[in-house]
């Protein structure tokens, strides 16, 4: 079994700084690509920024240049650095990890979700 967990989510002022951390847990195989998601009350769910297993990274536009996202390979955890956070960052922040078990082919798993409230 596969188990995705977050932390480092809180609160912060308008242009803090925020690291979150991702740790994923089980059978694992292989882990092809992780990424961070993002969810505010009443929006969709969208992709903040993805990190494959060869370092290719993937932004939204609206984290260029203000996040940044690394991932620990031996260690199975993503983390993605939040800096000059604006309180439209403010959301529920998830973990999602696309990866092969020793019982299963690949398939996309989530986090529980982490609270990013940017405010003054």
């Known amino acids: 079994q596969v188990q995705l967990v977050e932390s480092g989510g809180g609160l912060v002022q308008p242009g803090g700084s925020l690291r979150l951390s ?3 847990s089980g059978s694992i195989l292989r882990i092809n690509v992780m990424g961070w998601y993002r969810q505010a009350p009443g929006k969709q769910r969208e992709l903040v920024a993805a990190i494959s297993s060869g370092g290719s990274t993937n932004y939204a536009d609206s984290a260029k240049g203000r996040f ?3 991932v620990d390979n031996a260690k199975n955890t993503v983390y993605l650095q939040m800096n000059s956070l604006k309180p439209e960052d403010t959301a529920v922040y998830y973990c999602n990890a696309d990866l092969r078990t020793w019982a299963s082919a690949a398939r996309n798993y989530w986090g529980q979700g982490t609270q990013v409230t ?3």
Do not use: D, R
């Open 22 to 24: 991702c740790a994923a």
């Open 68 to 70: 940044t996202i690394s």
């Open 118 to 120: 940017v405010s003054s």
